[in-house]
């Protein structure tokens, strides 16, 4: 039951994320543009012409929703990588390091909700360091830190995203969007992540438990003794 809660964690964190982003843009009364617009914009506390990285104007009048929407992600997001322990991990200091590491994404996310970026910009931007960097060196090691039950797909899937979304945050620091947009980059960089969390989740979440899956050899065994 443990284990599942970090599971279902997961998976209800990501899903309320998206679910509130989609309610924060469509609040906009000029439309707000993944291409154009960074994730961050919907947690900005203010209506502003915000001139970098690119030239844009910004108001959104659910950040507080937005922001609050952050924070349940993180923490949901450290409940998971805390709860899933030895069912998902395996042991060994690779392991440790991403769980470490996947954890100080969650709290970037805790961080980017409770500092918007028009508040306390240098806060918001170690949140978003930690997301997109740490979080996604977390990933690439999660790839050879699960545990060998774990289907292959998802063990492989972790280190392709998480090199994947480490491409794409040089290429939106340095301002080369590949005909994407900043937004658009940025949010190569960042959701990777969250995808993958929300197909592992899934996946431990709606699985027999282990002894469930225990208990089919055991007895074929002790028939043929």
Same mark, same amino acid.
């Given at each position: 039951?443990?284990?599942?809660?970090?599971?279902?964690?997961?998976?209800?964190?990501?899903?309320?994320?998206?679910?509130? /982003?989609?309610?924060?843009?469509?609040?906009?009364?000029?439309?707000?543009?993944?291409?154009?617009?960074?994730?961050? =914009?919907?947690?900005?506390?203010?209506?502003? @012409?915000?001139?970098?990285?690119? &030239?844009?104007?910004?108001?959104? &009048?659910?950040?507080?929703? !937005?922001?609050?929407?952050?924070?349940?992600?993180?923490?949901?997001?450290?409940?998971?990588?805390?709860?899933?322990?030895? %069912?998902?991990?395996?042991?060994?200091?690779?392991?440790?390091?991403?769980?470490?590491?996947?954890?100080?994404?969650?709290?970037?996310?805790?961080?980017?909700?409770?500092?918007?970026? =028009?508040?306390?910009?240098?806060? /918001?931007?170690?949140?978003? @360091?930690?997301?997109?960097? %740490?979080?996604?060196?977390?990933?690439? @090691?999660?790839?050879?830190?699960?545990?060998?039950?774990?289907?292959?797909?998802?063990?492989?899937? %972790?280190?392709?995203?998480?090199?994947?979304?480490?491409?794409?945050?040089?290429?939106?620091?340095?301002? /080369?969007?590949?005909?994407?947009?900043?937004?658009? !980059?940025?949010?190569?960089?960042?959701? &990777?992540?969250?995808?993958?969390?929300?197909?592992?989740?899934?996946?431990?979440?709606?699985?027999?438990?282990?002894?469930?899956?225990?208990?089919? &050899?055991?007895?074929?065994?002790?028939?043929?003794?």
């Amino acid at each position: 039951m443990r284990v599942r809660i970090g599971y279902l964690a997961w998976v209800v964190g990501v899903a309320q994320f998206f679910v509130v /982003h989609g309610i924060a843009e469509s609040a906009w009364a000029r439309p707000y543009s993944w291409a154009r617009n960074n994730i961050s =914009d919907l947690g900005n506390a203010h209506c502003a @012409l915000q001139p970098e990285p690119e &030239p844009r104007y910004i108001c959104s &009048p659910e950040h507080g929703l !937005m922001n609050g929407s952050f924070v349940t992600l993180g923490v949901l997001l450290i409940v998971g990588v805390v709860l899933t322990g030895g %069912a998902l991990w395996r042991a060994g200091r690779t392991a440790a390091t991403a769980r470490l590491l996947l954890a100080g994404a969650g709290a970037g996310f805790v961080m980017a909700g409770l500092a918007p970026a =028009d508040v306390n910009e240098n806060h /918001h931007v170690l949140g978003a @360091l930690l997301i997109m960097a %740490a979080g996604n060196i977390g990933l690439v @090691l999660a790839g050879f830190g699960l545990r060998e039950q774990m289907p292959i797909p998802l063990r492989w899937a %972790a280190g392709l995203l998480g090199v994947t979304a480490i491409a794409a945050l040089g290429l939106f620091l340095s301002h /080369h969007y590949l005909g994407l947009g900043m937004g658009g !980059m940025e949010r190569v960089a960042a959701f &990777p992540l969250l995808f993958w969390a929300l197909a592992v989740g899934g996946h431990g979440a709606t699985r027999r438990s282990g002894r469930a899956h225990q208990a089919i &050899p055991a007895a074929r065994l002790s028939r043929a003794g």
